[in-house]
């Protein structure tokens, strides 16, 4: 299984903070994922959205794979 | 390296000084809080969101990075989450190194990286309504 959570805004227009995802059985990529996950509100969401895999950084075009945990979120504002 | 996140409040100067650091001439602490204002209105409070486990992580390679980078002989961070009322304390950042030039550079590295990279989201709110805060992209990432 492939774990997608969302967070601050992408999670309040999604509706959702924790998916789990069958892994297809081609090459995936984050943007894959939240394709399935936001559908058609994907254009809802706030500009640039941030991606991270296994909690590291990463980018849309980043390669998901089976057993990883995959978060969508707005930049972040720490401090 | 001590990392912290917790929702109760810290004491700043207690926390630096539960610390015996060895060989340190230099201690520099920053101390971030929530500001009573922001664009002509007035901020109640925040409540502030983050990811557990991916800021554990990324503050411990933010501590990291600038401990090698400046010769940090220590490093503390305690950064706190929920919500939080105006001029509470956010954030505590505190450096030892052997002089000040280093503690200086290393602390305010930290504090820069916390504001691009640590995956915490603010939302302010105030008595027009709860509005969050803009974010910013770590560099590397454009």
């Not at chain 2, 502030?48 to 990291?64: C, K, N, Q, V, W």
């Given at each position: 299984m492939i774990t997608v959570r969302c967070f601050a805004q992408i999670r309040e227009i999604l509706g959702c903070d924790t998916r789990e995802l069958l892994p297809a059985h081609t090459p995936q990529c984050a943007a894959d994922l939240l394709k399935v996950i936001a559908g058609a509100r994907t254009a809802d969401l706030p500009k640039p959205l941030l991606v991270a895999i296994n909690c590291e950084h990463a980018s849309l075009t980043s390669p998901v794979k089976d057993g990883d945990e995959v978060a969508f979120f707005p930049p972040v504002s720490g401090g | 390296m001590i990392v912290r996140l917790q929702a109760e409040d810290f004491e700043p100067e207690r926390e630096a000084q539960a610390l015996d650091v060895r060989g340190a001439?230099?201690?520099?602490?920053?101390?971030?809080?929530?500001?009573?204002?922001?664009?002509?209105?007035?901020?109640?409070?925040?409540?502030?969101?983050?990811?557990?486990?991916?800021?554990?992580?990324?503050?411990?390679?933010?501590?990291?990075?600038?401990?090698?980078?400046?010769?940090?002989?220590?490093?503390?961070?305690?950064?706190?989450?929920?919500?939080?009322?105006?001029?509470?304390?956010?954030?505590?950042?505190?450096?030892?190194?052997?002089?000040?030039?280093?503690?200086?550079?290393?602390?305010?590295?930290?504090?820069?990286?916390?504001?691009?990279?640590?995956?915490?989201?603010?939302?302010?709110?105030?008595?027009?309504?709860?509005?969050?805060?803009?974010?910013?992209?770590?560099?590397?990432?454009?």
């Open positions: - | 001439g230099a201690r520099v602490s920053f101390v971030g809080i929530v500001r009573d204002a922001a664009e002509n209105r007035r901020i109640e409070a925040l409540d502030i969101e983050h990811y557990p486990e991916m800021t554990r992580a990324e503050l411990t390679r933010i501590g990291a990075a600038a401990q090698a980078r400046h010769h940090l002989l220590e490093v503390l961070i305690i950064h706190r989450y929920g919500r939080l009322l105006c001029h509470e304390r956010i954030v505590l950042v505190t450096v030892w190194s052997a002089h000040r030039a280093e503690a200086f550079a290393g602390c305010q590295t930290i504090v820069d990286a916390l504001k691009t990279r640590a995956p915490f989201w603010k939302k302010e709110i105030s008595p027009e309504g709860a509005v969050w805060v803009p974010g910013q992209t770590p560099q590397d990432l454009g």
